[in-house]
């Protein structure tokens, strides 16, 4: 750069030089008296051509000076040269979970998200991350890897998508992922509130497949597991996106157990309680009742029973029935 800055003001001064040589000879000419010979001037053309090539050293010159420095810029700018790839030290400095087994297939899926997260920020080799994530099984996962190597041709190196594939096979089965799908499905708000019955529903929704590929679609599945009573009251409610619905379907819970809390409080005091008293002295004066009635059906049965042994009825006997 120092060298280009150097060479711009050597041609600068050779221009300026010319053109001060180009005056000197033109002053000279004036104040000669004709004392002698004048030396022949520059002729118009002359001067011309050389201004011009001054001109073109001076049009290179800046030329080269705006190149050297849009260099300089350039240099400045640069992407850094990529990061060298990661080794295991590096992956193991990431706190990557360990897998062990899986009671529940999300739970799987959820060790092989977190692994992959790890890699996104490390310049992990495509061939490396089998191995590092292997590295990272325990028990029966463990168990499971050195099985399936076993089965694979000598010298054969997986893919992280291979990896993956071969491990959902195992701990995901299509089966179980069937059954997920199916209760999935069959969720039902029930008992629960609409913050209980959402997390439920964002857990298994995992399963669900096609049936919630879309924002419509999820919204669509959690509708119809609300209770009858919000599904009502959301009927022409429109939602941007699932996280609307969910929080409509809370306002519109909350809403209603506040009608009911307050239509409650503004009863009248005791008409409840009224009620099952009521119904108690009336059960009580049928009870009654049905004693005296029976009490005097057996005195009934009683004086027939003393007619047909043939003894004689007393006077005061007839006065007292």
């Known amino acids: 750069m120092h060298i280009l800055y150097l060479h711009g003001l050597v041609l600068l001064a050779k221009w300026?030089?010319?053109?001060?040589?180009?005056?000197q000879m033109g002053d000279n000419h004036d104040n000669e008296n004709h004392e002698a010979l004048p030396q022949q001037p520059p002729s118009l053309a002359q001067a011309v051509a050389a201004l011009?090539?001054?001109r073109n050293e001076q049009t290179e010159l800046?030329?080269?000076?705006?190149?050297a420095q849009a260099n300089v810029g350039r240099g400045r700018h640069a992407p850094p040269p990529p990061p060298a790839e990661t080794d295991y030290v590096g992956f193991l400095a990431t706190q990557p979970p360990l897998f062990h087994k899986a009671d529940d297939p999300l739970e799987a899926?959820?060790?092989?998200r977190t692994i992959e997260d790890k890699f996104s920020i490390l310049n992990c080799a495509?061939?490396?991350?089998?191995?590092?994530?292997a590295q990272q099984l325990r028990g029966p996962a463990k168990i499971w890897w050195v099985n399936h190597k076993a089965l694979l041709p000598a010298g054969t190196r997986l893919t992280w998508d291979e990896f993956v594939a071969a491990f959902k096979a195992h701990h995901?089965?299509?089966s179980l992922m069937r059954r997920k799908m199916a209760e999935f499905l069959a969720l039902k708000q029930g008992t629960n509130t609409v913050l209980q019955y959402a997390q439920t529903f964002n857990q298994l929704?995992?399963?669900g497949g096609f049936h919630v590929d879309t924002d419509e679609k999820k919204q669509d599945c959690f509708r119809r597991g609300l209770s009858t009573k919000l599904q009502d009251k959301l009927a022409l409610t429109t939602?941007?996106?699932?996280?609307?619905?969910?929080?409509k379907a809370i306002t519109q819970e909350d809403a209603t157990l506040a009608h009911k809390a307050d239509k409650k409080r503004k009863a009248p005091a005791g008409s409840s309680s009224n009620a099952p008293q009521s119904t108690g002295w009336f059960r009580q004066g049928i009870s009654r009742l049905q004693t005296v009635l029976h009490s005097r059906a057996v005195g009934s049965l009683d004086h027939h029973s003393n007619n047909s042994s043939g003894h004689p009825v007393s006077r005061h006997s007839h006065r007292g029935l």
Do not use: H
């Open 16 to 23: 300026l030089t010319r053109g001060m040589v180009i005056l």
């Open 52 to 54: 011009i090539a001054d």
């Open 62 to 67: 800046i030329r080269q000076l705006v190149q």
């Open 109 to 112: 899926d959820a060790w092989i």
């Open 126 to 133: 495509e061939m490396d991350k089998p191995a590092f994530a």
């Open 172 to 174: 995901i089965p299509t």
């Open 205 to 207: 929704s995992q399963y």
């Open 239 to 247: 939602c941007n996106n699932f996280t609307n619905l969910v929080n």
